[in-house]
Structure formats: structure tokens, C-alpha cells
């Protein structure tokens, strides 16, 4: 069947003889898994000579290029050009073949085509353009390589350059890239339709007859490319102007079949740099990008020579998810923007905050009712799907909006990037693990639209974070964190060598990600600073607390361009794992987190939330903010006769009344108790809060939050 032919196994160079018209290989029955399915073997990677090139003699046989006896007396140059041209007739004359294989498996497309607009199609168009996807593009990059190539071999001389067209053509392997990719879903498009389609059955019949049976596949064509790319280097004095561009497309050629045995198997990765290194991941994670004044989710990858901006591209279902890079830097370009040499924060999207907390309280309401579907006897696995699927849109909306710490960085022949993130922490980490790549001797790159497609093809395989930092993406059997208050003392920092203005600042991972939480007060001028400060935490789905240690800053010339920008210079920062079992302790429990030779000491204990104050959620301050801001038809009260009383008296009880556990109670002997229970006092306590000047958000975070003034 002619469809064998159109897809290609990869061989490596040991399965089969080279020859001008095709390759002893396996049968397509060989290259059969277990599964029955068409395997693809590793290619060889390494080649170290071109294929036996060979011309057709007047029989049509294939007949070895022996170099004349005059040829071996000649000097090295002449001789290494006599050679180089030896070996381009010999490809030309196999890509001449190649060409005229690809044409004629052209043509029962084209029938094909014209009975899919009949009432009786063989079959429809879309099973023909998933059969023959990219066989017409690869037909017309090799013909026009081949028109380009044959006049310079037929005016040969030392002046004569190809590299540009071997150059050219690596360009263009992204075409093959397509195919590849295409290639397990046209192998079974073709099977079904030979198996169902008696007349498709046929025409694979009568194809697989033609005069080309042992077709070139398209990757069994690039490793030859690349083999006689050795070849050609070898007979091209490293002075000469083809030398380079050789050398450029041999890398380009490489890299590429090293990403198709990559997709293959994970494990081998070898996409090499400019100076012949290997290329790898360092650190990979989700940044919040503005771009244009939109915040825009992205995935970073930091290699050890390039920083990748990355997204994920839509795909149809059932396809292979792929990234779409949106821009790289050489990390020999990418310098970090300081406020001295960058303009003010552009315009950025931001939530009020009061929308972020009623977004925060939908989350946490959407876990409580995901929970209580879960207990329930008759649970439906749908009514899960659905609320975790609504829970997922709000985490990433929050995930979107929250961050606000900008992390500048600059390319210096190009544009300046923004990121946002929560956490300086992260932030810290990101820059120094650029400026330790940095220190080696990088060298600039610029990626070809090849190279650059199959680096970015190779991200999906080599990520280590697969999801977006969310707790609906988390599966039931793994850790949910903790929910309620941790209780931290910061007690003291020792091993500074100099005096400094000295803080501490408090993450946790809430939501999902890390964010800043407490602050304690800056202890000046000192070597020891003892804060002996306590704070209350409140977690949601926390499982690990961070902290870091600056020194203040009171350089004027430094000072804040916008409120969120951290100037001050981290000094040290750790983290500790918050262990269930270890924090849920009554008692104080004492630590030491250990950062760049400095001890911080604190103690920590944890209060779960149902052991906090009965009742005290559905009435806490950000609840009662948030509720104020409909009470504003009171300033109508002439049309709607709503004054700040009756709003009072309507809402008081609902807001202020103690839970049903409280109510239940036998004996209430407490004096809160009492007034608790009184529902005029209810209503005065919430006329009297009605009567003053609302309280922001912005407001109420500052006072609920323990950020201190200097000592």
C-alpha cells in the first residue's frame, strides 16, 4: 500500500546499506511494535561519513565514484575541491531521485481531491489532507533547493559558494517538524481507509507498484543532509566563505533529528548552543507577564545559555499540547532593570481589593461545598467535576491578579519585559539563578525559526512544572495543606559581620502561591537584632513558611518609583516544611532557619480553624467591608424611606449573631455571651459603625496585618 511509503521510520545508520536510490532498511512489517503500531528507532546523531554517493550508468545501474588516477597527484586544495564537488553531484544527483519519488506520490492526490466534491467521494478532504499533510510543501523546498544547486555544480570552481543553500534548506526543517507531528494520526487515517474504502484500497494498490518503490522517506532525507553536511565540511578550508554557513546548517540539522529522538524518549535530550554545548533546562515556572497593560500568564524556561517566554497553545482534542514561544533572550544580552535606568511601572490591569478577597471567600465556599459533596451518601462525580471546574476559573482569575512585585528584565538590543509576581522570595530565586549562569563565558546567540521551533517543541517534554500553581490541580490523594492560623514569634537574627538596619518579612503559600504575609519592625544599627515579635497567620491550604532577612534601605536616590517595588537587599532567606504533626501542637514550637551564614529564631504553633472562636468568620471585618458597600441606599432614604436604622436593625442580628452551637447552650455565664445574645445590642453596635467613615479595604489589610514602623 502506497501509504507505507509516505511514512517514515527512523533508521539508524547500521539497519541498512546507502545507495543513490534508497535504503536496504526493515520492512514496514519489521518496524511493527507489540502493540502493532509503527515504531520509530533512534537515528544516529553522530554520523561520520556521507553515504556511498553513486551516479546511474546507461543500464540504469548504480555505479560508485571512483575518483580518476589524476585526481589522487593533484594538490591538497585542488584535490579537497575536486572532492567536495565529487560529493554534491553524488547528493544531487540522489536528491533528483527524491524529487521525482515525491512527485509521483503526489499524483493520486490529486484524484483523490477532485471524486471529494462528488456525491460519492473515495475519500472526504480531510482524510486526504491528514494522509498527504506537508508532502506538497517538502516537494517544493527540495525542488527549489535542487534548481538552486545544479547550475553551481555544472559552473564549477573555487569560487563557488552552496553554503547558503545547505543553510537554506535547514532553515526550512520546521516543515518536517509539522510532518512528524502529523505522523501518528495520518498512519492511522490510512489504515482505517484502506481497511473500509475497497476503491482506496485499489488505488494504494496500483501505487505501491510504481517505479519508486523504495521511496526516500522526508526524516530519512534529512539524515542524509546531515551526513553529507560531515562530508562537505571536511573537503571545505575552514577560511572559506561556505565553511560557516556548512557548520550552521550541520548544528541546525542536529539539533533537529536530536528533538525527534527526544519526543521518543524524554530522557535523550542533546540540543547543543552555538559553541557546541549541551543546552539544558535549569528552572522552569508560571510568571504573570504584562504585555501591552494586560496581564498575561506565561511559562518561563531558563536554559543554561537563553531565557524563554513561553504559552500554551490551543490544540484540537486529542492532540499533543505544544508551547508557543512568544520571545527569548540570550542570557549574554539580559541585564536586570533598575530603577535608575527604567521609566515608572506602565499602566497595569489591576482588581480593587475588594474583589480579590470576594474572590478568596468564593474559593474557600467552593471547597466547603466540594467537601460536602464528597461526604454526601449519594456523591455524584458531575456535581464534583462542575464545582472543582468553577473553582479552577476563580483560583487562576486570583493567580492572574494577585501578584503586583515587578521583576524587570532588559534585553540590550531590544525591549525592556515586566513580570509581576507574589512573593520576593521568587523573585530572588529567578535572579540568582540567571547571574550564576551568567558568570560563566556565555556567548550571544540568535536562533534560526527552526532552531527555535524545536527548542521550543522540547520545553513541553522537559518541564518540571506541569500545572498552573492552583490546589484544584492538585489530586485528592496529595497533601491539602493546612486551614486556620498559625501563630509565628520572631525572636531573633544572629551571624550579620556588620551593622545594619535589619527586618524580617513572613511567606506563606495561600491559594496555591507564595505571598507576604507579616513584617516585622526594622531593628537599626546592629549585628543582633532581637524582635521577640509575634504574629497570626491565617493559612488556606498552606504548606510551607518562608522567611526572609533584609537590610533597609534609606537611600533616598533608591526610594519607591510605585508602592510594590523592593529595593531593600535580601540578606538571607530559608523556608521549613509545615509539618501537621509538628505545628498542630499545643505547646510553642521553638526553630532555627539557617540562610547564608545568618540564624533566624522563631517559634511557631498552629490553631486549626474550627478550634478558633466559634461564629467568628461570618462576622469578621472583611466580611462586614464588603457587605457596607450596598448600604448606601440609606443616602436615598427621602425616596426610599431606608434610613441607617432600619438598615441596622435588619442586618445587626443577621451579621453579629453567634453560631448554633453558642445558641445551643445550656448556660451562658460569660458577660460577651450575654450581649451576643441580645439583639438590640446587635443593632446598636451596627448603627454605630454605620454612622462613621467606611473602612477600605487597603485600610483594613494595613491594620489587620502586622506591619511595623522602625525602632
Known amino acids: 500500500m502506497f501509504y507505507l511509503f509516505i511514512f517514515f521510520p527512523f533508521y539508524s545508520k547500521h539497519y541498512f546499506n546507502y545507495n543513490t536510490d534508497g535504503y536496504e532498511g526493515d520492512t514496514a512489517e519489521d518496524r511493527k511494535s507489540q502493540d502493532g503500531s509503527e515504531t520509530m528507532p533512534f537515528i544516529d546523531e553522530s554520523p561520520t561519513m556521507s553515504p556511498h554517493l553513486c551516479a546511474r550508468g546507461q543500464d540504469g545501474e548504480a555505479v560508485s565514484p571512483t575518483p580518476p588516477e589524476g585526481l589522487l597527484l593533484r594538490g591538497g586544495i585542488e584535490k579537497g575541491l575536486e572532492m ?74 573555487e569560487k563557488v559558494t552552496v553554503g547558503h543553500l545547505f543553510q537554506k534548506l535547514a532553515s526550512q526543517l520546521g516543515v518536517y517538524k509539522a510532518f512528524v507531528d502529523n505522523y501518528k494520526v495520518a498512519v492511522e487515517t490510512a489504515e482505517k481507509c484502506g481497511q473500509a474504502n475497497n476503491q482506496f484500497q485499489k488505488i494504494s494498490e496500483v501505487s505501491s507498484s510504481t517505479p519508486y518503490p523504495l521511496l526516500y522517506k522526508p526524516i530519512d532525507r534529512v539524515t542524509r543532509s546531515t551526513l553529507v553536511l560531515h562530508d562537505l565540511l571536511k573537503h571545505t578550508p575552514k577560511d572559506h566563505p561556505d565553511f560557516p554557513l556548512l557548520q550552521d546548517a550541520l548544528r541546525i540539522s542536529q539539533n533537529f533529528l536530536s528533538s525527534i529522538n527526544e519526543e521518543i524518549d524524554p530522557r535523550r535530550t542533546a540540543v547543543t548552543t552555538p559553541k557546541g554545548e549541551v543546552r539544558q533546562l535549569v528552572k522552569d515556572g508560571f510568571l504573570v507577564e504584562v504585555s501591552e497593560g494586560t496581564r498575561k500568564l506565561r511559562h518561563v524556561f531558563l536554559f543554561t545559555d537563553l531565557l524563554l517566554c513561553a504559552k500554551m497553545k490551543k490544540t484540537a482534542v486529542g492532540r499533543h499540547q505544544q508551547y508557543e514561544c512568544k520571545w527569548y533572550i540570550p542570557l549574554a544580552d539580559l541585564s536586570f532593570q533598575t530603577l535608575d535606568d527604567s521609566d515608572s511601572l506602565p499602566h497595569v490591569q489591576t482588581l480593587p481589593e475588594h474583589e480579590i478577597e470576594e474572590m478568596k471567600i468564593k474559593i474557600s465556599s467552593i471547597k466547603s461545598e466540594i467537601q460536602k459533596e464528597k461526604k454526601a451518601q449519594k456523591a455524584q462525580s458531575r456535581n464534583v467535576d462542575r464545582l472543582r471546574k468553577k473553582m479552577n476559573e476563580q483560583e487562576s482569575c486570583l493567580l492572574l491578579h494577585s501578584p503586583t512585585i515587578p521583576f524587570r528584565i532588559h534585553n540590550k538590543h531590544g525591549k525592556s519585559f515586566l513580570f509581576l509576581l507574589s512573593s520576593d522570595y521568587e523573585r530572588s530565586e529567578w535572579r540568582e539563578s540567571i547571574q550564576k549562569l551568567q558568570k560563566k563565558d556565555l556567548q550571544a546567540c540568535v536562533l534560526s525559526s527552526v532552531e527555535l521551533q524545536v527548542l521550543t517543541g522540547s520545553c513541553f517534554k522537559l518541564r518540571t512544572v506541569h500545572n498552573i500553581p492552583v490546589t484544584s490541580n492538585k489530586d485528592d490523594d496529595e497533601s491539602s495543606g493546612l486551614y486556620g492560623f498559625l501563630h509565628v514569634i520572631v525572636h531573633k537574627a544572629t551571624g550579620f559581620k556588620e551593622s545594619a538596619n535589619l527586618y524580617c518579612t513572613l511567606e506563606v503559600d ?202
Request: glycine share 2%; net charge negative; hydrophobic share 40%.
Open 84 to 157: 567536495k564537488k565529487l560529493v554534491l553531484s553524488g547528493f544531487l544527483a540522489s536528491e533528483g531521485i527524491y524529487i521525482n519519488q515525491l512527485e509521483a506520490l503526489l499524483l493520486p492526490m490529486k484524484p483523490l481531491k477532485a471524486t471529494a466534491t462528488t456525491s460519492k467521494p473515495v475519500l472526504t478532504m480531510e482524510q486526504i489532507d491528514t494522509i498527504f499533510f506537508m508532502i506538497q510543501d517538502i516537494f517544493e523546498i527540495h525542488k527549489e533547493f535542487y534548481d538552486a544547486l545544479s547550475p553551481n555544480i555544472q559552473q564549477w570552481d
Open 510 to 711: 495561600s491559594f496555591g502561591y507564595f505571598v507576604s504575609k507579616a513584617k516585622t519592625r526594622v531593628f537599626r544599627d546592629t549585628t543582633e537584632p532581637q524582635w521577640n515579635e509575634e504574629f497570626e497567620i491565617e493559612l488556606e491550604g498552606s504548606q510551607c513558611l518562608r522567611i526572609l532577612c533584609y537590610e533597609k534601605c534609606y537611600d533616598k536616590s533608591k526610594l519607591n518609583k510605585d508602592d510594590n517595588e523592593i529595593v531593600d537587599k535580601i540578606m538571607g532567606k530559608g523556608q521549613v516544611q509545615l509539618d501537621p504533626q509538628t505545628v498542630q501542637s499545643k505547646n510553642w514550637h521553638m526553630d532555627v532557619i539557617e540562610m547564608n551564614g545568618i540564624k533566624v529564631e522563631f517559634s511557631m504553633k498552629f490553631t486549626s480553624r474550627d478550634l478558633k472562636t466559634p461564629a467568628a468568620d461570618p462576622h469578621v471585618h472583611s466580611v462586614l467591608v464588603f457587605v457596607s458597600s450596598h448600604f448606601r441606599v440609606a443616602e436615598k432614604e427621602p425616596v426610599n424611606k431606608m434610613s441607617l436604622h432600619n438598615l441596622a436593625t435588619v442586618f445587626g442580628p443577621t451579621l453579629l449573631r453567634p453560631s448554633e452551637s453558642e445558641s445551643s447552650k445550656a448556660h451562658i455565664t460569660l458577660a460577651s455571651d450575654i450581649w451576643s445574645h441580645d439583639v438590640m445590642a446587635q443593632v446598636q453596635v451596627l448603627l454605630y459603625y454605620l454612622q462613621h467613615p467606611p473602612i477600605s479595604f487597603a485600610e483594613l489589610k494595613k491594620n489587620t496585618l502586622y506591619f511595623s514602623t522602625d525602632v
